[in-house]
């Protein structure tokens, strides 16, 4: 499989997924501004969309939406325990958590990082994100990561979420839950190899 990426960008999760799935795979970097990869071809042609992450798997088929990506990448390794079986609650609580992370979090990120937007827009976005974050310390109060005992793909899109709270300034150090998530995240050794491969550490 080839993951389409750019560093420190929301591709962070499915690259995470890969790594600890133990899938084989390689990294093509994407310029989004050039919508051209490392490898000199248009990305366009590749992802229609411009965006990243895709993946290009076995069969030459590319896909796209780091919701769908990740959970393809978990169910080619059920055991890891990435995602729950499909078809039962905990895949709907799974896919909740991605979907949330997905549109409260990282899309609310990202008018913090246009510099179009001005300053009072910034700060309704600023506010609503706090609450956000809220809500996921009291869900992570007692829990190792968001489904409870184990790793998922959830968690490696959330702490991707902790990254860029770092990078807009937004302070999540009043939150211990996530503070010692993001501790537990960090000390995992597929997460350091996926942050490693991209040039973060
Ligand atoms: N709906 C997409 C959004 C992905 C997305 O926001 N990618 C950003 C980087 S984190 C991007 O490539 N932006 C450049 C662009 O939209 O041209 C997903 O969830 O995978």
Not at 106 to 130: C, Q, T, W, Y
Request: glycine share 8%; with cysteine; charged share 25%.
């Amino acid at each position: 499989m080839k993951l389409f990426y750019t560093p420190g960008a929301c591709s962070i999760s499915p690259h995470i997924a890969l790594c600890e799935a133990g899938i084989s795979h390689t990294i093509d970097k994407v310029d989004l501004k050039a919508k051209k990869t490392e490898g000199g071809a248009d990305y366009l042609a590749i992802n229609p969309k411009g965006y990243i992450p895709a993946l290009q798997i076995d069969s030459g088929e590319v896909l796209v939406e780091g919701v769908a990506i990740v959970q393809y990448i978990a169910d080619q390794k059920p055991e890891s325990g990435l995602a729950p079986k499909a078809g039962t609650i905990e895949r709907y609580r799974l896919m909740e958590w991605l979907t949330f992370i997905s549109s409260e979090l990282h899309k609310g990120f990202s008018p913090l990082f246009n510099p179009a937007m001005p300053d009072e827009g910034k700060k309704i976005f600023r506010d609503r994100l706090v609450q956000r974050w809220t809500y996921v310390e009291k869900q992570l109060a007692g829990k190792d990561y968001v489904m409870g005992k184990t790793f998922t793909v959830a968690d490696g899109y959330l702490y991707n979420m902790t990254r860029w709270a770092k990078r807009v300034e937004l302070d999540l150090s009043a939150f211990p839950n996530v503070t010692a998530f993001v501790a537990r995240v960090e000390a995992r050794p597929k997460v350091i190899e996926a942050l490693k491969a991209e040039g973060l550490m």
